[in-house]
């Protein structure tokens, strides 16, 4: 860590951008960087605060244009990494970088050597604030679990009269501009994805990686690169960590780092050794199975935290969730707390959402199921094989084990948007190699997202299901993962 950070970034920006010299350079004008505009505005940049973005002015409309009449400038059209290298010394100048935008991209190495600083919304505010920072990344289950752990430590908190509990990064609203309000007392949980995490340093005191898999392979350069983003949420100040035990990369992560490790599994069988679930580390913790027992022990002492028949939320990757954030309270919260949790959370909109039932059929939203595994742990929810709507932009990971669980668990697939003739690929390797052919599943290909819909509620039986659990993201047609699932909705609602 260097002598910048180990002082806090954020008197360090400042003194830049209190300059007669100082600038801000926004790249994208995102769900993060609106927000830091309007900050920056607020500190006193007026004039020097350039918002760049790929998108047209026409295009990012009264957002954009209600920031110039406060005295932003755009630069707005083309690639917004390009062009940053307009000076030969950019020392005065703090780049703010969109997640979704590469720390190499065009000009940005560039302008990093000429002497401007490299940054984020959500870097910064790790360095700003005081409050202990709970992070929590991982290919799936990264907002259910960061949820989870928010409702425990604030009920805990409550109960015991301490610090506010934050919740952020990923969901819930930037955090920067509270950062000066809160107190080393508070606690800020952060749902942290890989594209935030690729240039930060171990931000966490204390952080989980729920698991890791093949995922947006098509912005990473390759699996390297995406595990080591993950690896980043842990580091020198971080206290304890918790991880997956039956995860190919838990045990890479965890011989990186020095302090505790808290190992879990819902998968672990029943005579499996404490040394086992926690690969031999020592200083480790384990929380599995014992029956339908969720159990913590540290090797010696064993504790019944809760019982599955206490979680509202189904799945067995929901018990996992569970596991993940009670590791991440552990002696944070008393069992009585995260009993009452699990009691009455019912989930998170557009994870496995219940909508209606109608003619005997129960629809499901998972619209957040952006990726092949995601889908795969939502059907492992239903004890009946539904109807699944597929389908979005490709992520560049494969879809074998996406069909091969629809072979197994589902009636129908009905594919749509751009990934479609990917996802029916990989059906009709599986089909190939299937005794019956594949005829045990129904795959329909509908262009029309609407029509889509339709046709399963047509394919739909009595007693079954459908669930939009899409196994891509939902950029080929829609804004984010929100837009989709609020749009399942609507029709499902219209349906007679």
Not at 179 to 202: H, K, P
Request: with cysteine; proline share 4%; hydrophobic share 40%.
């Amino acid at each position: 860590m260097t002598e910048r950070k180990k002082q806090g970034q954020i008197g360090f920006i400042d003194e830049i951008l209190k300059k007669e010299t100082g600038r801000a350079v926004l790249l994208g004008l995102g769900v993060s960087n609106l927000p830091l505009a309007k900050l920056l505005i607020k500190r006193g940049m007026v004039g020097r605060i350039l918002i760049r973005d790929g998108k047209s002015a026409e295009a990012l409309g009264e957002k954009l244009s209600d920031l110039m009449s406060a005295g932003c400038i755009g630069d707005v059209g083309h690639d917004p990494t390009s062009g940053l290298c307009d000076r030969e010394d950019l020392t005065d100048t703090v780049i703010f970088r969109s997640p979704g935008i590469r720390p190499d991209a065009g000009d940005i190495p560039e302008a990093v050597r000429r002497g401007a600083i490299l940054t984020s919304e959500m870097e910064w505010f790790c360095d700003a604030s005081p409050a202990r920072i709970v992070a929590v990344t991982g290919s799936d289950g990264k907002t259910t679990t960061t949820t989870l752990t928010h409702l425990i430590l604030s009920a805990a908190a409550e109960k015991k009269c301490t610090g506010k509990v934050f919740v952020g990064g990923n969901i819930g609203t930037p955090l920067l501009d509270k950062a000066e309000e809160m107190t080393c007392g508070d606690t800020a949980v952060l749902e942290l994805s890989s594209f935030q995490l690729q240039t930060m340093n171990g931000p966490a005191h204390r952080a989980a990686i729920t698991n890791v898999s093949p995922n947006h392979l098509n912005w990473h350069t390759d699996m390297d690169e995406y595990v080591g983003a993950k690896f980043n949420v842990f580091g020198e100040n971080t206290e304890l960590l918790v991880l997956n035990s039956k995860n190919k990369y838990s045990e890479e992560a965890a011989s990186r780092f020095r302090g505790r490790v808290i190992w879990f599994t819902a998968h672990n069988r029943q005579d499996e050794s404490f040394d086992e679930l926690t690969h031999g580390r020592p200083n480790s913790s384990a929380i599995f199975l014992r029956g339908d027992d969720v159990v913590f022990s540290d090797g010696e002492i064993e504790e019944v935290v809760l019982h599955r028949s206490g979680i509202v939320l189904p799945g067995i990757h929901n018990v996992e969730n569970y596991m993940t954030a009670i590791g991440l309270t552990w002696g944070l919260a008393d069992d009585n707390v995260i009993r009452s949790v699990a009691a009455s959370f019912g989930g998170v909109e557009h994870r496995f959402e219940y909508i209606r039932t109608l003619d005997g059929v129960k629809y499901y939203n998972s619209s957040i199921d952006s990726s092949p595994s995601r889908t795969v742990a939502a059907l492992s929810n239903l004890d009946c094989r539904p109807v699944v709507i597929c389908g979005g932009r490709d992520k560049h990971v494969p879809f074998d084990p996406l069909a091969e669980a629809l072979f197994e668990r589902a009636s129908a697939v009905v594919l749509t948007g751009e990934a479609a003739p990917q996802i029916e690929e990989a059906i009709c390797r599986k089909a190939a190699g299937r005794p019956d052919g594949g005829a045990s599943l129904t795959v329909c290909h509908v262009d029309d997202f609407d029509a889509a819909v339709m046709k399963a509620r047509e394919l739909a039986v009595s007693g079954s299901a459908v669930i939009l659990s899409p196994g891509c993201t939902s950029f080929d047609r829609f804004a984010n993962f929100e837009e989709r699932g609020n749009h399942f909705k609507e029709i499902v609602r219209r349906l007679m």
